[in-house]
């Protein structure tokens, strides 16, 4: 695992994603078909066979890579984080969106517990968790969620993304590092949003 990109697990995640009543799910690409349709792809099926199988949520809110995975759970509700456009939605705006979509689920009584296990590809993990975490702090400060890291495996990278960033590891890298990260430290650092 690459120490840069590489986030911390919860302490004791192992027993709480089992418990937990929900999944956010960040996707990771997705593949544009020539005929129009949309395809998960490797990155987005890994994710979702991981949650699949070391998660028992009733929910999952997920970005459409994730939404339309053939690793899915009929007795799973799975709800779109956002619609999913022409326009490229970033982790930090998608958190916001993720975050709405479990504010509203918390206050019409349906979550049976308040621990929410984060899932994306595992390069991506470390800032999606951060930025999940410093939103509610300061959009929600009453929720009482439990917000669970998990520690994932090394995910593929989708070489038919239509998102270039996500089509290999240095790309990402550089992305993540020198874009991403900044990017989104500031944003919410400032609070300009």
Same mark, same amino acid.
């Given at each position: 695992?690459?120490?840069?990109?590489?986030?911390?697990?919860?302490?004791?995640?192992?027993?709480?994603?089992?418990?937990?009543?929900?999944?956010?799910?960040? *996707?990771?690409?997705?593949?544009?078909?020539? +005929?129009? &349709?949309?395809? %998960?792809?490797?990155?987005? /099926? $890994?994710?979702? @066979?991981?949650?699949?199988?070391?998660?028992?949520?009733?929910?999952?809110?997920?970005?459409?890579?994730?939404?339309?995975?053939?690793?899915?759970?009929?007795?799973?509700?799975?709800?779109?984080?956002?619609?999913? *456009?022409?326009?490229?939605?970033?982790?930090? +705006?998608? &958190?916001?969106? %993720?975050?709405?979509?479990? /504010? $509203?689920?918390? @206050?019409?009584?349906?979550?049976?517990?308040?621990?929410?296990?984060?899932?994306?590809?595992?390069?991506?993990?470390?800032?999606?968790?951060?930025?999940?975490?410093?939103?509610?702090?300061?959009?929600?400060?009453?929720?009482?969620?439990?917000?669970?890291?998990? +520690?994932?495996?090394?995910?593929?990278?989708?070489?038919?993304? $239509?998102?270039?960033?996500?089509?290999?590891?240095?790309?990402?890298?550089?992305?993540?590092?020198?874009?991403?990260?900044?990017?989104?430290?500031?944003?919410?650092?400032?609070?300009?949003?």
């Amino acid at each position: 695992a690459n120490i840069l990109l590489a986030s911390k697990p919860s302490e004791n995640y192992q027993n709480l994603q089992k418990d937990a009543s929900i999944v956010i799910a960040f *996707g990771f690409g997705i593949q544009e078909n020539q +005929d129009n &349709s949309l395809s %998960a792809g490797m990155a987005n /099926d $890994s994710i979702m @066979k991981w949650v699949m199988s070391k998660t028992n949520p009733k929910y999952i809110i997920a970005q459409k890579g994730c939404e339309i995975s053939e690793y899915r759970n009929k007795n799973v509700q799975i709800i779109e984080m956002h619609p999913h *456009g022409k326009n490229y939605v970033n982790t930090y +705006d998608a &958190s916001i969106f %993720a975050l709405e979509k479990l /504010d $509203s689920l918390s @206050k019409n009584n349906y979550l049976p517990n308040r621990k929410v296990v984060i899932v994306a590809h595992n390069d991506q993990l470390r800032r999606a968790s951060w930025i999940i975490k410093k939103i509610c702090e300061r959009k929600y400060p009453a929720s009482d969620f439990e917000f669970i890291t998990p +520690d994932l495996p090394q995910m593929p990278y989708l070489g038919k993304s $239509s998102q270039i960033h996500t089509t290999n590891k240095y790309l990402y890298l550089l992305v993540e590092l020198y874009i991403s990260r900044p990017r989104d430290y500031f944003t919410i650092m400032t609070g300009n949003w």
